[in-house]
């Protein structure tokens, strides 16, 4: 049983706290996981919608300046992308697409 005096177990701690604090929820590797499949099947999806549109050949600089709605889900998937991504870089550090894609712990 870790003690609180263990700098590994107060750091562990201290993050699980900020989280919480900020999301109200601490987010574990499984979760954040969990979270990037979805957002990777809106993405998947969304991509289909744009080529069934025949819109398949735009770039993203093109269609996240629009204000339709194929292209606010996009920007709303990016926006999303970025904010996940963030929350695993800062705790898994450049780890953090292992993260993502497997629920691989912090950083190991």
């Known amino acids: 049983m870790p003690r609180e005096s263990d700098s590994v177990y107060s750091l562990t701690m201290a993050v699980k706290k900020s989280l919480k604090d900020r999301v109200g929820a601490a987010f574990t590797p499984t979760e ?3 979270k990037w499949t979805a957002l990777q099947k809106r993405r998947n999806r969304n991509t289909e919608a744009f080529i069934a549109a025949g819109r398949g050949d735009e770039r993203p600089s093109e269609y996240l300046r629009k ?3 194929l292209s606010l ?3 709303s998937i990016f926006d999303d992308a970025t904010a996940l991504e963030s929350e695993a870089r800062k705790y898994a550090g450049p780890h953090y697409r292992e993260v993502l894609e497997r629920g691989a712990g912090w950083g190991r």
Do not use: H
């Open 67 to 69: 204000k339709d709605p």
């Open 32 to 34: 954040l996981a969990k």
């Open 73 to 75: 889900e996009a920007l």
